[in-house]
């Protein structure tokens, strides 16, 4: 069973490279409204840049907030950012993006012990583009 977000708080927040040099893809969810931000920065104390999230409702967990946040850093050099959403912010995180690798790598979870209907074509797909896949 999925539990609601149990406050206005962010929580399950989630970064991803996206393809494109210096820019990350944020994913958090809320139980606030439906309006929510990043904020980030090179200064864990000055959080200079902002951008809106696109939020999406789902009666499970409340709302799902997606957005993106663009660095102009040096390779090794540490970023911040925080999430908001309904007047809630969560800690300053701190991430060091890799600016210029190129890398490919999927990761999928939580399939749960039965019905795992997708895992084989997860597998053959993987498989033709040379992944290598772990299991746990």
């Known amino acids: 069973m999925i539990a609601l977000a149990n406050a ?21 969810v809320s139980s606030g409204s439906g309006s929510g931000s990043i904020a980030w920065g090179t200064t864990k104390g000055s959080l200079t840049s902002t951008n809106t999230t696109t939020s999406f409702s789902y009666p499970t967990i409340g709302y799902l907030h997606q957005g993106l946040m663009t660095f102009d850093v040096t390779v090794g050099q540490k970023a911040y950012y925080q999430v908001s959403a309904a007047g809630e912010s969560s800690a300053v995180f701190e991430v060091t993006p890799v600016v210029g690798a190129v890398e490919r790598f999927a990761v999928f979870g939580d399939f749960g012990l039965k019905n795992d209907v997708c895992m084989n074509d997860l597998i053959q797909e993987a498989a033709g583009e040379s992944i290598i896949f772990f299991s746990w």
């Open 8 to 28: 206005a708080v962010p929580e399950q927040i989630h970064i991803a490279y996206t393809g494109v040099v210096g820019q990350l893809s944020v994913d958090f």
